[in-house]
């Protein structure tokens, strides 16, 4: 979320002489409520699925051994209570960030409790939170800071920077974490077969199997591959088409490899530093090559 502001909204309102209305301030409570919200929804799901975790990953389990349940619940709570309160801070012109936190944190919840049990649905939960924090970032800086804008500027600014720039450019990211989270969302599915099967919680892989699972997912990966470089091939960004394809695509192609070779482990952290090399896109492009096409 700081890269989205500082290297890029900020970058491309400065050409304009616009300020955000935001202050660092503000911005930074944003920051900590989705950090806070995200915590939350570790500690409940430690709850929920310690039976599970005792089966898949005895050896770290250490959760129950350092709390309690109600330690744990109480801990639970005092989180949310945080993260609604980090919202508070951050509102500004709108109630976004506090009606942000409050779907966050139910859908964590529910996740946990109950729709961690309904195949595919979990994961593409988890994958849309995940891949909507761009546009919470674009929609908590962009409108209200546009709406300050005269009018007389404000329909050519908000065509120039919001249309054809931003959103185009926070979809591109969107998709990509999407893709790549519910790949790695499934893969998670298949180590944790074991446990699930103890549960009787109902994965994919659970329904059709490991083989079947891995197919599924190695196409997903590659049709992943395929949309990452669509993006900026089609909107003559020869910069970022070559950064994505020699860092973001090996990494993708090696999670299929390791996939289809059952190193399930390894093919979920190949897809983490995926997704850590595309972040490192944008301030790599403004403080190094001092120039970013997207």
């Not at 989205?4 to 935001?22: E, G, H, M, V």
């Not at 430690?46 to 350092?66: C, G, H, Q, R, W």
């Not at 409790?113 to 593409?124: D, E």
């Not at 924090?133 to 920077?161: G, N, Q, R």
Request: glycine share 2%; net charge neutral.
């Amino acid at each position: 979320m700081y890269f989205l502001r500082y290297f890029y909204f900020k970058t491309a309102l400065d050409i304009f002489n616009i300020d955000l209305i935001a202050s660092d301030w503000q911005y930074s409570c944003l920051v900590l409520s989705v950090l806070l919200a995200a915590a939350s929804g570790y500690v409940i799901n430690d709850i929920y699925d310690y039976k599970a975790d005792i089966v898949n990953k005895p050896e770290s389990v250490v959760t129950f051994k350092l709390f309690s349940r109600k330690q744990l619940v109480i801990l639970y709570i005092i989180l949310v209570i945080l993260s609604l309160l980090g919202a508070w801070f951050a509102t500004h012109t709108s109630l976004l960030p506090i009606i942000v936190t409050v779907i966050f944190n139910s859908l964590l919840f529910l996740y946990s409790s109950t729709l961690k049990a309904m195949p595919f649905v979990s994961n593409v939960i988890v994958s849309a939170i995940i891949a909507f924090i761009p546009a919470y970032a674009l929609l908590y800086d962009i409108p209200s800071t546009l709406y300050h804008v005269d009018v007389d500027s404000y329909e050519h600014l908000s065509k120039e920077i919001l249309e054809e720039k931003f959103n185009r450019f926070i979809f591109f990211f969107m998709e990509m974490a999407f893709f790549i989270n519910l790949s790695r969302e499934i893969i998670k599915d298949i180590i944790d077969i074991k446990g699930d099967k103890e549960l009787n919680i109902r994965t994919i892989p659970m329904i059709y199997g490991v083989d079947g699972t891995r197919v599924f997912v190695a196409i997903l990966l590659l049709t992943t591959g395929g949309l990452i470089l669509i993006h900026p091939a089609l909107s003559n960004m020869p910069y970022s088409f070559i950064f994505f394809l020699t860092t973001v695509i090996p990494c993708i192609l090696s999670a299929a490899y390791l996939l289809w070779n059952s190193k399930f482990k390894k093919s979920s952290v190949s897809l983490k530093l995926a997704m850590f090399i595309a972040l490192m896109y944008l301030p790599l492009f403004h403080f190094i090559l001092g120039h970013h096409d997207a």
